[in-house]
Nanobody, 113 residues
């Protein structure tokens, strides 16, 4: 059973930064991609960023976060990160980690002045 534990969410002002972490257990982390999704109230869950496997693995971003968010992974620590800069009010959502077909419990990100 794969378990994913997210952390790093919180309340931040527009223009601020947050770094989300997702620690995986129960999987061979290196052989699976990892992704961050988000879901705002009333909206469908949407892909934010994806990190493939291997050295220089593929990364993909939603158009709305390109240039502001960066996904990275530390295979030795079975952890995937999402660095979020220049946050906007519209980034407010619950952020979920996805890895090996499993979901984390989510972490709330609120961007508000």
């Amino acid at each position: 059973q794969v378990q994913l534990v997210e952390s790093g969410g919180g309340l931040v002002q527009p223009g601020g930064s947050l770094r989300l972490s997702c620690v995986a257990s129960g999987s061979d982390f290196r052989i699976w991609g990892a992704a961050w999704y988000r879901q705002a109230p009333g909206n469908d869950r949407e892909l934010v960023a994806f990190s493939g496997v291997g050295i220089g693995g593929t990364t993909k971003y939603a158009d709305s976060v390109k240039g502001r968010f960066t996904i990275s992974r530390d295979n030795a620590k079975s952890t995937v990160f999402l660095q979020m800069n220049s946050l906007k009010v519209e980034d407010t959502a619950v952020y979920y980690c996805n890895h090996a077909g499993f979901w984390g419990q989510g972490t709330q990100v609120t961007v508000s002045s």
